[in-house]
C-alpha cells in the first residue's frame, strides 16, 4: 500500500491510495486520518483509482474512516471508477453508504455542496 496525501484546496485534503487495501494497511489508513482530524483537516476525499486489491478488510477500514468522518460531520467522497472497487463495495452491500464520484472534478463539487448544506 501507497499513500499520498496532497492538499486539493485551502481545506480539502486529497489521499491517494495505490496498491492492496486489506487489513495490512487498516491501521496505517485509520491512525493517518485521525492524525489529519488532530491537525483540523475537515473534508475528505479519498482517491482509489490505483488499488489493484481490496477484500473485506479494506472494506471495513473505509466504513471505519466514513463513520468516524460522519460523527463529525466532516464530508467524505471517495473517487472510484473502476469494477474492482465498486464491486468489492457492492458485495459487502455497503455501496449506498458512501459518497462515490468516478473523478476528482466530480468529489470536489460534491464536497463543495456537502460544505454548503452544512455536512
Known sequence: ???????????????????ALDLSCSDQIKN????????????FIIDLLEIDTINPDGVGTLTYVSSTLKQLRYPLVIIAH????????KSTRTLHYFTIAPNLKEANALIKNAKAAGK
Open 32 to 43: 493517518l486520518i485521525l492524525k489529519m482530524i488532530e491537525k483540523k483537516a475537515e473534508c
Open 82 to 89: 473502476n469494477g474492482l472497487v465498486t464491486h468489492a463495495l
Open 1 to 19: 500500500m501507497e499513500i499520498k496525501i496532497l492538499k486539493n484546496s485551502d481545506s480539502v485534503h486529497l489521499i491517494k491510495l495505490s496498491g
